[in-house]
């Protein structure tokens, strides 16, 4: 038991050394994550303007085509407005003029709409491509800050998950499932120390009968209130 219980404590200071590992990168790799997917929105967002431009730049020809075409018919109608010989015909071809000014007229505000969102779609890739630029800037450099900071720590990392697995094959395995269980659900702490009566993880008194049991390493002894493995702190054990 005293044995078990020696190396849940490692497991834990293992466990410590890796988290404090985890916790120098602070939020870097969220950071990189992060400007990568701003990238990534960027980059489709770009796609899609460019797109939409060059739909509208075939819109507006075909559409100035049309006005062309129809303005050529007006001209005809015209012409012929002199050549007209009874009132009936002379309204029938005004109605024709008529017809066909609303044609030029609405294909005329369509083309006028198209140049506005062309302005406008000019303007957000510019504005896109300034952030582009600075986004990927940035996300060079923080890529590489972690990635050199992974290289440092890398040869401590595998080290120290290489002395877990051999502790972890030495721990039953309901008490290893317990001590993760605790350790992932309260701040990466499975095992706590005793301080002065009361259980280091949430400061809940133990009651005198626990600290024996407790000092004497006879028992797996868990905190009521928390859940966590109750143990001396090896340095008082020690000294
Ligand atoms: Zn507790």
Known sequence: MREELSNLIQLQQIDD???ELEMELGDLPQQVEKLHTTLDEGKHAVEEYERESK???IKRNQLELEIDSLN???TKYKEQLFLVQTNREYDAINTEIDTVQDGINERENQVLELYSREEELTELLEELHRTQITASEEFKE??????NKLEETEGEKLHLQHQ????VVRLKKPVYNHYERIRKARDGKGVAYVYTSACGGCFSTIPPQR???????SDFIFCETCGRILV???DNIIS
Do not use: A, G, Y
């Open 142 to 147: 923080k890529d590489e800050d972690l990635k």
């Open 211 to 217: 600290l024996v049991e407790i000092e004497n390493m």
């Open 55 to 57: 739909e509208n730049v």
């Open 17 to 19: 050394e890796l988290m």
């Open 232 to 234: 001396m702190n090896p």
């Open 164 to 167: 877990r697995e051999k502790l």
């Open 72 to 74: 050529e018919q007006l």
